[in-house]
Every structure is written in C-alpha cells, then in structure tokens.
C-alpha cells in the first residue's frame, strides 16, 4: 500500500492540520497505531483480562464456615467438575440440547437460505431479509415467554396439536430446544444465506448444464461450497444454546443446563470459584468445536 | 459453406423470450446444420444471449420451440438436453481438481472411475492441459481455465457446444490464439458450434454463418463474406465493421441517386486528381489524419456535405496531411443498397 501524495491545494483548514496529515501520510505505522488503538485497548481489557480472571477464579475457593473466598490456588473446584456425576450429566445434556438446536437450526435455515439466495426475485428477497431479521429487534425474555405461553396446557400448541390427537410438549427439554432453535435461527439463516450467494448461479447451472439432476447438484456441487457457511452458522446456534441458562429457567421444567449451575453457584450458593469453574467447561467445548470446524475453512465465513 | 440440411441440429420455431414487458427474444426462426460453426452476433441486450439459454434449457420460452436433432425438447430441463455450455465465466467448480471438473459431466453419467479418468485425460489432452490435472481451477490463468471449460464440455461428446462469449475474458494475443485453436477443435471434432459474441471481427474469422441480432429479433442471416459484403441496412452495416453510410438526401447530393448506401472505408481512394475509368468520385477537404500502423484512416469532408472515413493501406505511399484538398474514389460496385 502506497500513501497518497498530499496534493499542495488541499487541507484548507489551517496549517497545523496540514502538517500533521503529512506527517502521518507518510507514517503508516503510526497511522495504524491511531486506528487501532482504543480498539485495542477495549479488547484485551474487556476480553483477555475478563478470560484470565474467570481462569484464576477457578483456582480460588470458598471458606465453608464464613462464606469468604480463599485466594490461594487449588485445583480443587476443577477436580470437582470433573469427577461428580452431577456436573457430567449436566455437561452432556446441554451438549445434547446444543447439538439438537444446531441440528434442527441448519435444516430449516437450509432451504431457506436456498430459496432467498437462488430463487426468489430480488424484491421477495429483501422481504425476506427484513422478515430473518425482525424477531432479533424483539427482546430475548419476550420470545421466550412467548414460547412458554405457546407450549403451556391449553395454549396454542394444544390448540393446534389437539385436533391432531397429540398435544403440546409441556415444559421440559424438548420446549428448550424448540425456544432455542426458534431464538437462534435468524443467525443461522444469515451465514448460510451469504454463503449460497456466494455461490455463482452459473455453477448449478454448468453441473445441470452436464446432465447433473438438481438433487444430484445441489448433493455435488452446492453443499460442498456452503459447508463452511454451514458450519459458521452452527459455530452461532451451538455456542449460543450452550451458554444460555433463561430459556431453561423459562420453558425448562426442572432440568438444569450448564449457565444454570453456573448462576446458582454464583447468586444462591455463593461459590464464586466454583462458577467459575463450571463457566470453563462451555469455554474448553467450544474451542474443542472451534479448533474442528477451523480445519474446513468455516471461520473465515463469519 | 455449409447449408441446413434435411435433419438441422438444432431448430428454432417463433420462438419468443418475455421479461415482464420486455421481449429479449421476439419471435426467432433459425436453422443451424450439423457441424456447422454458427454464431449470433449483436450487442449486449440485444437477444442473444437468452437464445443460447433457451437452447441450453436455462430458460423455457415463452413461445415457441426448441427442436434438437429433431426432437422437440422445449420443456425439459438442462440435464436432459444433449448440449453442452461453455460459460462466459467458465463456471469451473472452485472445490474440485482440474481433472474431477472435467470428469463431472461423465461422473454424473455414472462412467466408472477408470474409464471416466481415462476420458477426462483424453480431454484434457486435446486442450494441451494434461499437465494441470491435479490442480484447482483457482491456480489456472485466465486462458488455462477457458481450454478446461472447453475440455469439461467436450468430455461428454455433445452434439452441440454452446459457447456464450468464451474469449471476452481474454486479452488480444490470448484471444486471437484460442480463436484458432476453437476453430481448429471444432473442425476436429465435427461438432456443431454455437458461438454468442459481440465482437463482430470474431465472428467473422470463425463462423460459417452469422446471425446478426437487434431487438430480440434476426436482422440478417449469412456467410460472412455476405454479412460484410452486403448488409441489409443501416444497423447491420454499421455494427459489423465500419461503414459510411448514406442518408437518402446525401446519396442524392453525392451519389445522384435514390436510397440508403453504405460504403465500406477500405474501397473508397485517394487521390489528388486522378481518377479510375469507371469510377465514381467526389472532392473534399482532409479533416483529420490516424496512424492505424496497418495503415492510415483519412477523415474526408466532402463539397457536397457529408464527412467519410477512408483507409489508405500502409502500402500507399502518399502521405496526405490535414487541410489538403483531394479526390475520393470507389467503384460503382462497392455502393451498398441498404433497405
């Protein structure tokens, strides 16, 4: 990258302005440091350090008989999570559930995402678009009380379902994942959508063109394209549910996910470190999923 | 020069192509014979294209039919039509090696591995690619990728090749080399070619015959040297080469005579006074003066009003310059009646 010349009549207001835009005209690594810096800053702020002290939290631990933390380091509160039954069964049902959204998110956004970026007229598309998006203007608690008013006896689910023989799920595991795949699917639907965009119509047309039947192109040619789309858009819908501890609390019953243990331990038990250590577990499965998909070229989607 | 035979290639009936209120295709009768290299020559917007897909199967036509080797094919889809495209962007698939690219076609055929392997190779052979077979298409230069879409093509041995503007991408040298080497490949493999360009000296080089398109609609249909020679009015002779052209009341001040004419540059010359016996002449002034290096194009305006454009070959000598007074000359037979 060249800097641009400054040109003798420009920069009208004053000469110090002037002088300081041909000082850094030529500088472009000072003019990068100006860019990035509050960025920068902000992030390592908020991000690194936030990281390292959940990391050191962990290490800590709660005096039983005066509830105050005990900041020499232990590996108690790790060796905790991994050995009680509790925390394992808890670990594999919101993998569970998070696997199960991602699973139902990716084949609805599919087709979706198909239709607008290949076959609706640009007009249906932006409507399309505007409709993907507007459930995000809506807050999160509202959407989830929606559901559990849908999904409560007698509601619209019963109502729909009931003529049918079958009735509403209650609430339970089966309304967690419903809620969270309808809360995440706009941000599957999105990459996916950019994804098949990507894809030039002159490809499906080439493979039809020699003698490639449509599901034959789309199995061929348009799925091996929008796999790292795809899996950017899982990367959205499982590390979301596997954070989320509300929609639980609301449409959940009595199950227990991960975020709920960890705000338990945090608000009721008091146990900060052991939070902290609890909060370790999505962080450590979701680089373990991360490192997978990075192998396919996914990230470079988001 | 080939003419349609009793069983055509590929034949076209009224067909007629709607966008909304837009006729990209209005009403198109067409016979391409077999073997033939064909071309639809016209501007961007002006039909030929959407032809091209409509044969392809991109596109079902509004009205009209498709007959392919004579079996009417209008309303299938791509895959059932023995056609093959090469796109303008070449449309290789950026996840697949050079040689799966050009074994798809064979692939979805169910040609077993060995066999569609060998196949591929043999194409690629005929394109002088072989050496590229396990790259990706995004490795390949601009000429490299235009020879694997051809080879892709030609793997699943089409009656037709349809190629949508496949040199557009291409600078000069490159073009002017693989205009013969697709000339050289359809002579080859005696195949039928459809060829859709907007460059009219393309056209003339490669084809048999020419179909000049304007407005969804076949203006003029001919050999080259037909198209060039005579062309039928004022828009044929104006987009395939250069051509002064006559307004009624210029022909009768210059010409003395009724009509529209057109007048190629090339026969038309220079002179200070003498003219050819049997020639017809007129005199002006020398506008303005362009060294074209194959020779020089003399911008004349005439006593009678019009301005024409003359091209003085290298080889004549005299050097006029801007201002001289000189005397245009041109045979009788080279005036062009336009309809």
């Known amino acids: 990258m060249t800097a641009p010349s400054t040109p003798v009549v420009a920069a009208p207001s004053g000469a110090a302005t002037r002088r300081a835009s041909s000082f850094l005209a030529t500088r472009p690594r000072v003019r990068l440091g100006l860019l990035l810096a509050a960025p920068l800053t902000w992030l390592v702020l908020v991000y690194v350090v936030a990281l390292a002290a959940l990391l050191v939290t962990a290490l800590w631990s709660v005096d039983s008989f005066t509830g105050e933390i005990d900041r020499s380091l232990t590996l108690d509160n790790l060796r905790e999570i991994t050995t009680e039954s509790l925390y394992r069964t808890v670990t594999l049902r919101t993998l569970g559930v998070a696997l199960l959204v991602t699973v139902i998110d990716v084949v609805v956004a599919l087709p979706i995402a198909f239709y607008m970026a290949k076959v609706a007229s640009p007009r249906a598309r932006r409507l399309l678009v505007v409709a993907v998006l507007t459930p995000l203007w809506a807050s999160y608690l509202v959407k989830a009380f929606a559901w559990r008013s849908m999904l409560s006896e007698g509601g619209l689910v019963d109502w729909v379902l009931n003529p049918f023989g079958a009735s509403t799920p209650g609430y339970g595991l089966t309304a967690v994942v419903l809620t969270q795949a309808y809360i995440w699917l706009p941000y599957v639907i999105l990459p996916i959508y950019a994804g098949m965009e990507r894809v030039p119509d002159s490809l499906l047309e080439a493979a039809g063109d020699l003698g490639a039947s449509s599901g034959r192109t789309v199995r061929t040619v348009v799925m091996?394209?929008?796999?790292?789309?795809?899996?950017?858009?899982?990367?959205?819908?499982?590390?979301?549910?596997?954070?989320?501890?509300?929609?639980?609390?609301?449409?959940?019953?009595?199950?227990?996910?991960?975020?709920?243990?960890?705000?338990?331990?945090?608000?009721?038990?008091?146990?900060?470190?052991?939070?902290?250590?609890?909060?370790l577990v999505p962080i450590v499965i979701m680089l373990g999923y991360l490192a997978a998909v990075r192998r396919t070229g996914a990230l470079d989607n988001l | 020069m080939s003419q349609p035979g009793p069983t055509p290639a590929i034949r076209l009936v009224g067909l007629e192509k709607h966008f909304g209120d837009v006729r990209a295709v209005d009403g198109v009768d067409l016979e391409i014979a077999d073997g033939e290299f064909f071309s639809m020559l016209g501007p961007s917007g002006s039909g030929k294209t959407t032809v091209l897909r409509l044969v392809a199967g991109f596109e079902q036509p509004t009205s009209g039919s498709v007959v392919l080797g004579g079996t009417d094919v209008t309303g299938t889809a791509p895959f059932e039509r023995d056609v093959n495209t090469v796109f303008q962007d070449y449309a290789l698939f950026p996840h697949m090696s050079v040689l799966e690219n050009v074994a798809y076609g064979l692939r979805v055929r169910g040609v077993g591995k060995r066999d569609r392997t060998a196949r591929a190779r043999e194409a690629l052979a005929t394109v002088r690619l072989e050496h590229v077979a396990d790259r990706r298409p995004a490795q390949l230069s601009g000429g490299q990728r235009q020879r694997i879409a051809l080879a892709r093509a030609i793997v699943v041995r089409p009656k037709v090749l349809l190629l949508d503007e496949p040199l557009g991408a291409l600078d000069l040298k490159l073009r002017e080399q693989m205009q013969v080497e697709l000339k050289g490949l359809q002579r080859e493999l005696g195949i039928t070619f459809v060829f859709v360009t907007h460059d009219q000296e393309e056209a003339l080089t490669l084809s048999d015959r020419i179909?000049?398109?304007?407005?969804?609609?076949?203006?003029?249909?001919?050999?080259?040297?037909?198209?060039?020679?005579?062309?039928?009015?004022?828009?044929?002779?104006?987009?395939?080469?250069?051509?002064?052209?006559?307004?009624?009341e210029e022909s009768r001040a210059v010409l003395g005579r009724d009509g529209r004419f057109a007048l190629r540059p090339e026969k038309i010359s220079l002179s200070d006074g003498d003219v050819p016996p049997g020639a017809l002449s007129a005199r002006g002034v020398v506008a303005e003066t362009i060294y074209l290096g194959t020779g020089r194009r003399v911008v004349v305006d005439l006593e009678t009003g019009p301005r024409l454009v003359v091209l003085e070959p290298s080889t004549v000598p005299t050097a006029v310059e801007r201002g001289d007074k000189v005397v245009v000359a041109w045979r009788p037979d080279d005036l062009v009646a336009l309809s």
Not at chain 1, 256 to 265: D, H, K, P, R, S
Not at chain 2, 215 to 234: A, F, H, K, N, W
């Open chain 1, 224 to 279: 091996p394209l929008v796999l790292p789309a795809v899996l950017a858009g899982s990367i959205f819908s499982f590390s979301l549910t596997l954070g989320d501890y509300i929609s639980v609390n609301i449409v959940g019953g009595a199950n227990q996910m991960l975020g709920n243990l960890v705000y338990t331990n945090v608000g009721a038990a008091n146990n900060l470190p052991l939070a902290a250590a609890i909060a």
């Open chain 2, 211 to 248: 179909a000049v398109f304007h407005e969804g609609r076949i203006v003029q249909l001919g050999t080259p040297q037909e198209i060039y020679e005579s062309p039928q009015d004022e828009y044929v002779a104006s987009f395939v080469g250069t051509s002064n052209l006559f307004a009624p």
